[in-house]
């Protein structure tokens, strides 16, 4: 069983009802989107990501990070980039950890 999601919230964004926008979640994932304010965004290579309300990216394990259509390529490699999302993983497994 699936939900057809907006990506960008209609009541919210002012995303639209329509192929472009839509994205196809189980039941729990549209649920978990909903009450924990997570967003879905397309990047460039067709897929979604989902982006937790921290700023963090949920990305397969071993995969690179996503590149959106309003990103700037020059700074993801920078060591300050790559620190802010060292510093946002480690805080993501402190809670995690805390939380069990």
Do not use: M, Y
């Amino acid at each position: 069983w699936c939900d057809v999601d907006h990506v960008d919230e209609w009541h919210r964004d002012g995303g639209g009802t329509d192929q472009v926008n839509a994205a196809v979640l189980c039941r729990t994932h549209n649920t978990h989107k909903h009450r924990h304010r997570w967003r879905t965004r397309r990047a460039r290579n067709g897929c979604s990501f989902t982006i937790r309300a921290d700023g963090t990216i949920i990305v397969p394990i071993g995969a690179g990070p996503p590149h959106f259509d309003d990103d700037d390529d020059g700074d993801t490699d920078s060591p300050e980039h790559i620190a802010r999302l060292t510093a946002l993983a480690r805080k993501r497994i402190d809670d995690l950890t805390r939380n069990r």
